[in-house]
T-cell receptor, first 112, second 112 residues
Framework: KAGVTQTPRYLIKTRGQQVTLSCSPI?????VSWYQQTPGQGLQFLFE???????NKGNFPGRFSGRQFSNSRSEMNVSTLELGDSALYLC???????????FGQGTRLTVV | GESVGLHLPTLSVQEGDNSIINCAYS??????FIWYKQESGKGPQFIID?????DKRQGQRVTVLLNKTVKHLSLQIAATQPGDSAVYFC???????????FGTGTRLQVFP
């Protein structure tokens, strides 16, 4: 059974650009959540989707958005990139909310 | 506010010894807890979970203990091996939030 797949693995963008990251959950999983990991702030929750609906949102500015498709795949978008957005963005999927969450390898975003 | 913290940022143990990694949480409403292991360049890997109606759960070489009275969680690794070297995170979840709140992480170093 394939795990959580995130693409791309690495990205380099310049300030002011926007970026879209993709996450394919484990087959059969309906809940997808996104996290930002930085050395200074650790792992911070961005948002969670379940059956195409955003169920929870973390304390991030509106530049961070996401969506989930009918096949449970999810994308997150960051607009008007800032240097501080450089981080490892992790996606996790679970069968349903409040159950085991399995993470992908992450997308390493560098903003220059 | 909500917080999950780890007492020791770095733990060094000798190969073959047992390791204990501790975690404190402050949200008394949290009812689900997970331990993750993260190796360099990889996403967090699910190790073991426990719900608040239990105080102990065992897996292969790992045991999680939950003390709700003092809001404390621990991960015990038996016969620690070099491959156990990684950063370990505890995470908490509650039905109120449906999102994982992560601790800051503890680095486990195993030396021969």
């Amino acid at each position: 059974k394939a795990g959580v797949t995130q693409t791309p693995r690495y990205l380099i963008k310049t300030r002011g650009q926007q970026v879209t990251l993709s996450c394919s959950p484990i087959s059969g999983h309906r809940s997808v959540s996104w996290y930002q990991q930085t050395p200074g702030q650790g792992l911070q929750f961005l948002f969670e989707y379940f059956s195409e609906t955003q169920r929870n949102k973390g304390n991030f500015p509106g530049r961070f958005s996401g969506r989930q498709f009918s096949n449970s795949r999810s994308e997150m978008n960051v607009s008007t990139l800032e240097l501080g957005d450089s981080a490892l963005y992790l996606c996790a999927s679970s069968f349903e909310m409040n159950t085991e969450a399995f993470f992908g390898q992450g997308t390493r975003l560098t903003v220059v | 506010g909500e917080s999950v913290g780890l007492h020791l940022p770095t733990l060094s143990v000798q190969e073959g010894d047992n390791s204990i990694i501790n975690c404190a949480y402050s949200n008394s409403a949290s009812d689900y807890f997970i331990w993750y292991k993260q190796e360099s360049g990889k996403g967090p890997q699910f190790i073991i979970d426990i719900r608040s109606n239990m105080d102990k759960r065992q897996g292969q070489r790992v045991t999680v203990l939950l003390n709700k009275t003092v809001k404390h969680l621990s991960l015990q690794i038996a016969a620690t091996q070099p491959g156990d070297s990684a950063v370990y995170f505890c995470a908490e979840n509650s039905d109120n939030t449906d999102k994982l709140i992560f601790g800051t992480g503890t680095r486990l170093q195993v030396f021969p």
